[in-house]
């Protein structure tokens, strides 16, 4: 199985600064996309950003030119670093991997971590 642990949550002043960090473990054979999802309350969870093995990010428009995603394959870990931050990104960040392990490809998650953009 995949484990993923997430951390650089918390509170920030709007316009201030955040770096969400995602690490992947277990009995990983390869990993392809990364990627960044948030749901507000009483919304659904919609995607922030991605980014594919080869480094070609994608992202929602909201967050274009505020955030960036990284990762580093050999740590097995993918970024999100955010500025510029708004209230209405206020979410909890989930973290999803697809990978290789056990012989099949799956969709995993972090268990969340919570953002919040509030003077």
């Known amino acids: 199985q995949v484990q993923l642990v997430e951390s650089g949550g918390g509170l920030v002043q709007p316009g201030g600064s955040l770096r969400l960090s995602c690490a992947a473990s277990?009995?990983?054979?390869?990993?392809?996309?990364m990627g960044w999802y948030r749901q507000a309350p009483g919304k659904q969870r919609d995607l922030v950003a991605t980014?594919?093995?080869?480094?070609?990010?994608n992202y929602a428009d909201s967050v274009k030119g505020r955030f960036t995603i990284s990762r580093d394959n050999a740590k097995n870990t993918v970024y999100l670093q955010m500025n510029s931050l708004k209230p209405e990104d206020t979410a909890v960040y989930y973290c999803?991997?697809?990978?290789?392990?056990?012989?099949?490809?799956?969709?995993?998650w972090g268990q969340g971590t919570q953002v919040t953009v509030s003077s």
């Open positions: 999803n991997v697809r990978a290789l392990a056990a012989l099949r490809i799956d969709d995993y």
């Open positions: 277990g009995s990983i054979l390869s990993i392809y996309t």
């Open positions: 980014i594919t093995l080869h480094g070609t990010p």
